[in-house]
């Protein structure tokens, strides 16, 4: 079966870090850009980071830039987004997706996760 299982949401104190993961199943995820994306309550779904297939050039909104860094473990065809120093404003359901192209789109989308829960709250 094609799909992506996120984890590693969870409740974390502002200023904390999570490190989130994306497991792809039924594919190589080495063959794609994968993107990571937030949809808080009552927003529209948002892109975060993004990393290419074959370069691994990365790119962040500037909110996150330097608080989350994307990554790829392709030997065990697996994507990280690592978050650090965690606002209340980060809280949303994270979603990974498999890319056409190194994009933050949610049209370049072929394939997204079933998302995890992310809440930044004291």
């Known amino acids: 079966q094609v799909q992506l299982v996120e984890s590693g949401g969870g409740l974390v104190q502002p200023g904390g870090s999570l490190r989130l993961s994306c497991a792809a199943s039924g594919f190589t995820l080495a063959n794609y850009a994968i993107g990571w994306f937030r949809q808080a309550p009552g927003k529209e779904r948002e892109g975060v980071s993004c990393i290419g297939s074959s370069d691994d050039i990365t790119y962040s909104i500037e909110s996150v830039t330097g608080r989350f860094t994307i990554s790829r473990d392709n030997a065990k065809n697996t994507v990280y987004l690592h978050m650090n120093s965690l606002k209340p404003e980060d809280t949303a359901v994270y979603y990974c997706?498999?890319?056409?192209?190194?994009?933050?789109?949610?049209?370049?989308?072929?394939?997204w996760g079933q998302g995890t829960q992310v809440t930044v709250s004291s």
């Open positions: 997706a498999a890319l056409f192209s190194r994009s933050l789109r949610p049209e370049d989308v072929d394939l």
